[in-house]
């Protein structure tokens, strides 16, 4: 019985999309299952409105909390504006020279450099170059170097995917370069580049290595939002109560509902990009 290639290669194609789909599926609904079904129970308004007390034995996570929206929000004021505007400069204005080319490249290697080299920089430039201090402001604008790379690459694909009719349309009827970006290009791109900046940002919020060397403390007793100042961080907090308490199994409800406050403001985040994009798209139809 001969078999019939032409036959199977759909079938097989279609099988490995599928496999591949129930594998993802299948790995995030038990690490969800995991998270959720341990903490839970120590999920309270008490948990997330208190301070940790007794060397993070009891209490709630208040500050982790605090620190983690204020590192959130530096990185995203440094990141967005030089991310944005170095992509529309290398997309919009910059000629496709071989510098231009090694810029790119450049940019898009930086993406996958570990974020602890990252700390590392962060800890020799804004610790002791700038003088800083182990800050939220070096933490801070740590994440946001490692922020750019992703934002410049994110929003020059959704500025590629606008045609380039639009932009001689524009022209066309008199407006300058600077406005066909502004009044056009712009617009017609913001969804794709939103949702790049809150999926980067998203990602900033869960990391750590960059932050412990820049920033992040063990246990603060008040809640700080001085720059200046050190401060806790929820994946910092996480990693301390799971790997480092001395404590570990009378603490572990507590990792576990530190986990879910994560996951539940990452989820937020990505939540109010899906409202923003789909904001924009109603006005736009």
Request: glycine share 8%.
């Amino acid at each position: 019985m001969r078999l019939n290639l032409k036959k199977l290669t759909p079938i097989i194609e279609w099988g490995s999309l599928l496999l591949s789909t129930g594998l993802v599926c299948f790995f995030l609904i038990v690490i969800l299952y995991e998270i959720i079904s341990k903490g839970w129970s120590a999920l309270s308004w008490s948990f997330i409105s208190e301070l940790p007390t007794d060397g993070m034995t009891k209490g709630g996570v208040l500050s982790p909390i605090i620190g983690t929206v204020i590192l959130t929000m530096i990185t995203a004021l440094f990141a967005i504006p030089f991310g944005v505007c170095c992509a529309i400069y290398l997309n919009e204005y910059a000629k496709n020279t071989w510098l231009t080319r090694t810029i790119r490249a450049s940019i898009r290697n930086l993406s996958g450099v570990p974020s602890i080299i990252y700390g590392l920089f962060g800890l020799a430039l804004f610790v002791q170059g700038l003088h800083f201090g182990t800050s939220l402001i070096s933490a801070g604008l740590t994440l946001g170097l490692l922020s750019l790379p992703y934002i410049i690459t994110t929003t020059e694909e959704a500025l590629l995917r606008i045609p380039a009719s639009m932009r001689e349309a524009a022209l066309a009827v008199g407006a300058t370069k600077f406005e066909s970006i502004k009044d056009v290009v712009l617009p017609a791109s913001l969804p794709g580049i939103l949702t790049g900046v809150v999926l980067t940002l998203s990602r900033a919020a869960g990391e750590t290595a960059p932050i412990l060397f820049t920033g992040v403390a063990f246990y603060i007793t008040d809640v700080s939002v001085n720059t200046s100042q050190e401060f806790m961080a929820l994946p910092y907090h996480l990693y301390m109560l799971s790997t480092q308490h001395q404590s570990i199994e009378e603490v572990r409800p507590l990792a576990y509902g530190t986990a879910l406050v994560l996951i539940i403001v990452v989820f937020l985040m990505n939540l109010t990009a899906f409202y923003i994009r789909y904001k924009y798209r109603k006005n736009d139809q």
